[in-house]
């Protein structure tokens, strides 16, 4: 079965930073554009960043440029999302995804095919 796994979530204080890792198995996310998502209580899920195969494109949500960071390693089947500077309203279970082509609009949800179970992060003092 194929399966994504998040991981590097955790508790931080404002201010600070995280790195997320998406990985895979059973398949290769070479061929695949990578999106980062993310979902707080009560709120809809929300594109942070997403990635093309090659990892030549890259798309931010507006909140979170200048302080997060897509970038992939197609050699360890890996696609990262660097986040500094965070602050409280990031606190969410942050997932990725996989989907078939990069656009203009891969930070919306709907046409991603797999999707990882997600991590916590947590931002408070």
């Known amino acids: 079965q194929l399966q994504l796994v998040e991981s590097g979530g955790g508790l931080v204080q404002p201010g600070g930073s995280l790195r997320l890792s998406c990985t895979a198995s059973r398949f290769t996310l070479d061929y695949y554009a990578i999106g980062w998502f993310r979902q707080a209580p009560g709120k809809d899920r929300e594109g942070v960043s997403c990635?093309?195969?090659?990892?030549?494109?890259?798309n931010y949500a507006d909140s979170m440029k200048g302080r997060f960071t897509i970038s992939r390693d197609n050699a360890k089947n890996t696609v990262y999302l660097q986040m500094n500077s965070l602050k409280p309203e990031d606190t969410a279970v942050y997932y990725c995804a996989v989907r078939v082509s990069y656009s203009s609009t891969c930070l919306r949800p709907n046409e991603y095919i797999y999707w990882g179970q997600g991590t916590q992060v947590t931002v408070s003092s």
């Open positions: 990635i093309s195969s090659s990892g030549g494109s890259t």
